[in-house]
């Protein structure tokens, strides 16, 4: 029982950084209709940004969450315009090809930079509480608030203001949002800029619990793909439960099947993807509602 009760609280706790971590990728997808596929080097440029903050001036990696999300959002507004932007109205080849270039320049840039080698970000909540046999992490509890409360302040944002109900509208229809006066250009620069900016915070979350190297973020990736096609586009709430569900079946397979490790979980994953894209493709939680809708 403690055992199940273990895995339970790892998965759980594995599945709050997959939500946070797939938020970026899902809302570009549902907005823009562009799959980012350098979306795990963001989260990988987020990890390192967090690592030198803690190297260079010992700072808590929470901390970093500052600096990480202005200077993302900056970066991202600037890419979106200069390149995404681009490639929007071009067939969807043409911006996976573009976004996976960009993957590959980001972390071999990385690694040129700071090479292969595992880095470790050290963190002040780190530990773990004990309820009988059963052990709660510190850093990876601080993890799961942050992720809640980033998508918390993501769905207010969304469905209570003026902008997130033009980024709503946006993904609902661009046509006629253009008409009822939406500036489609300044919405997908916007939404981009907010998405890079809780990417790279995941990146901050994931670096206190995984090693960071320039290589992490092609795995990432796909789990975010797999995420988003399970929960629907832009979906906040499928995004939480999505990841949560992702989480259980890596850790419990990972738990109950010896010598295999977390491979099968995601191969399981992806089995589970094939199902929902066969019988519910808008997935199990549709997608971003236009504004007004309930």
């Not at 997959?18 to 570009?28: E, R, T």
């Not at 909540?125 to 992490?137: D, H, K, L, N, Q």
């Not at 973020?217 to 988003?228: C, N, Y």
Request: proline residues 4%; hydrophobic residues 55%.
């Amino acid at each position: 029982m403690d055992q199940f009760l273990q895995a339970m609280i790892n998965g759980i706790m594995l599945g709050g950084f997959y939500a946070a971590m797939v938020l970026g990728f899902s809302i570009i997808w549902g907005v823009m209709g562009v799959i980012n596929l350098a979306h795990g080097e963001f989260i990988m440029a987020g990890a390192y940004f967090t690592w030198m903050m803690n190297r260079e001036y010992g700072w808590e990696p929470f901390l970093a969450l500052i600096v990480i999300l202005p200077v993302f959002f900056v970066a991202g507004y600037i890419l979106q315009r200069i390149l995404i932007n681009r490639v929007i109205e071009r067939p969807h080849l043409i911006s996976l090809l573009v976004t996976f270039g960009l993957s590959i320049i980001i972390a071999n840039v990385y690694k040129l930079a700071y090479t292969g080698t595992p880095r470790t970000v050290e963190s002040a909540f780190s530990g773990f509480w004990r309820a009988g046999e059963v052990t709660i992490p510190i850093t990876r509890s601080y993890v799961v608030v942050a992720a809640l409360t980033m998508m918390a302040a993501l769905h207010l944002f969304l469905q209570y203001t003026r902008l997130g109900k033009s980024i709503r509208a946006a993904a609902q229809n661009r046509e006629a949002a253009q008409i009822v006066g939406i500036e489609i250009g300044r919405v997908y620069a916007i939404t981009f800029a907010i998405c890079i900016a809780l990417t790279g915070a995941a990146g901050m979350l994931a670096s206190p619990t995984q090693a960071v190297f320039p290589f992490m973020g092609a795995p990432l990736t796909l789990k975010a793909f797999a995420i988003t096609a399970m929960s629907g586009l832009g979906s906040i709430p499928g995004a939480l439960m999505g990841g949560v569900v992702l989480g259980l079946i890596e850790v419990f397979i990972a738990t109950y099947v010896p010598g295999i490790g977390t491979n099968l979980g995601i191969v399981a994953s992806f089995v589970i993807l094939v199902v929902v894209l066969v019988t519910r493709p808008q997935g199990l939680f549709g997608g971003l509602k236009p504004a007004g809708a309930l």
